[in-house]
């Protein structure tokens, strides 16, 4: 089955401990993407990926980082998360201009 | 800044009804896709429209872009339960991989 798979769906952590959420895309798709959504804000783009290796910022990068070593994973890093990282992260993938596939999400609550 | 209104933000109507949900931009995108979401999960892609004017069916939904290619609308017919959910719009810019959502529509459809 065609999907993009994230990792953890749930994870409450600690401010300042550093964590990983995982993204894996099982459709040989050039492009990947991070959002997050937040009420009332809407789903807003934190990186996105072209291709191996070529990343780029989105509209609220700040405090993430992100690798794209293999076509198929993209993963978010949070180095030193705070509070108001609190939010339901998904990621998407795309090889056309016509849409996206997303992940079922992660919802992260940092305390 | 919001580059994607949606209107209404809530909306609960019972079953049968039709509706209309509105997205509107002050900016002109190359491609505008609407996505719905039930809770718990990833935005699912309904449709992406691409040239000004045009007019999309799916079933007793009805997208159409306008001719400017800065607003959009989707038409539900005769409403069903099953069509309740948050329905998002996104357009795209410049690379049509990169999307600036809607804040999103929720609908409600009364049995």
């Known amino acids: 089955e065609a999907q993009v798979t994230q990792n953890p769906r749930y994870l409450i952590t600690v401010t300042g401990k550093k964590l990983t959420v995982t993204c894996s895309q099982n459709m040989n798709h050039e492009y990947m993407s991070w959002y997050r959504q937040d009420p009332g804000l809407g789903l807003r783009q934190i990186y996105y990926s072209m291709n191996v290796e070529v990343t780029d910022k989105g509209d609220v990068p700040e405090g993430y980082k992100v690798s794209r070593k293999e076509k198929r994973n993209f993963p978010l890093i949070l180095e030193s998360p705070s509070p108001n990282q609190t939010s339901l992260y998904f990621c998407a993938s795309s090889n056309s201009n016509y849409g996206y596939t997303f992940g079922s999400g992660t919802r992260l609550t940092v305390v | 800044t919001q580059l994607l209104e949606q209107s209404p933000q809530f909306l609960s109507i019972q079953e049968g009804e039709n509706l209309t949900v509105y997205c509107n931009s002050s900016?002109?995108?190359?491609?505008l896709q609407w996505y719905r979401q039930e809770p718990g999960e990833g935005p699912v892609l309904l449709v992406t429209?691409?040239?000004?004017?045009e007019v999309k069916k799916l079933k007793r939904l009805t997208f159409q872009f306008g001719d400017a290619r800065k607003d959009s609308s989707l038409h539900i017919t005769a409403a069903q339960p099953g069509d309740t959910g948050l329905y998002l719009c996104?357009?795209?810019?410049?690379?049509?991989?990169?999307?600036?959502f809607g804040s999103g529509t929720q609908l409600t459809v009364l049995p």
């Open positions: 996104a357009g795209a810019r410049g690379s049509a991989r990169q999307l600036t």
């Open positions: 429209v691409v040239t000004g004017g």
């Open positions: 900016s002109v995108f190359s491609s």
